[in-house]
């Protein structure tokens, strides 16, 4: 049997449960202490109330929230673009081939390496405080190549998302139905095995709404759950499809109009931001105040990819959304933990409550509120995952 483990002197604690500790949607309880289990939160409460345990973590007076949920992310990939990076912070054109070029690399490149650097990535988001994370094929674009990338994914992660439809490759660049046809048959039978959502691009220059519900219904048949890249670029049919479909998300939502937001607040889809991929494109900021007060459920995620969000880091994404996206200290980190979890249609993590995976980040800081007032420091002092602490 595992030995229990008392943190106790927890000056601020979020569990994202109201009613554990103080009404608001982050459930606050001050002067706290959580039991933890095994891999469960066994009890939380008042420190002086607590339960005698095996062991005991002294937090010493900081806050303690949950491990953030990072459900948008492109981690299996091998290749840089700094220089497309580089041009574009400089004003410069580039015509090296944006996610091509990534796909040459991850063509190229052994399942060793691939591994090695989806792990690299995932050791440095834990770091930050990321305990459970998503990630997606895309980069292959074969059937054997997002067959691979699945595998590879599903050895670290239960999120493992199907996106053979990222964009049209240069070899169907004449015939795109073909390839559509190709991402949901043979390489749908291939990469369904290993993966429980599917993606698509639904995007002026990747896929059409009518390509995207074809993929989409496939992927479904196949016992996938739909999420969807939705009006990243400009306006398009790509939320209101996701909610038509009932998919789990409807990723980024920078180009809304007020009936899709309509549709969102009407449906089950929540509306995960992506701010490192505006930050990384001086793009337009995503208007969460908008998506808040008509009632969506808002995720915030990191979209860690090498070409327009190559960022692991949760904390960052938390204090863009609070700087530029309307979102106020508490609504961001509800979005980046139980907004996350939500958008992965889990209620097992982004919260600290009894029954809960015990996944848990000790700040070094008295408050949640230091995530967006310091951004850039290095707040994570501790983190547990599944029970077991990692750092």
Known sequence: MSASILLTNIGSLVTNVPGIGDPSPLGLLTDAAVVVEGDRVAWTGRAQSAPDADEVYDAGGNAVVPGFVDSHAHLVFAGDRTQEFNARMSGRPYQAGGIRTTVRATRAASDGQLEANLTRYLAEALRQGTTTFETKSGYGLTTHDEARALRIAARHTEEVTY???????????????????LV?????DACAPHARWVDVFCERGAFDGDQARAVLTAGKARGLVPRVHANQLGPGPGVRLAVELDAASADHCTHLDPGDID??????????????????TRAPWPDARRLLDAGVTVALSTDCNPGSSFTSSMPFCVALAVRDMGMTPDEALWSATAGGAAALRRTDVGRIAPGARADLVVLDAPSHVHLAYRPGVPLVRDVWRQGRRCR
Not at 165 to 173: L, Q
Not at 266 to 271: D, M
């Open 263 to 280: 549709a969102l607040a009407s449906g089950n889809t929540v509306a995960t931001l992506l701010p490192g991929a505006e930050f990384s």
């Open 163 to 181: 996106l053979g439809a990222h964009i049209v490759p240069p070899e169907y660049a004449d015939d795109p139905a073909a390839y559509v046809e």
């Open 184 to 188: 949901t048959g043979e390489m749908l």
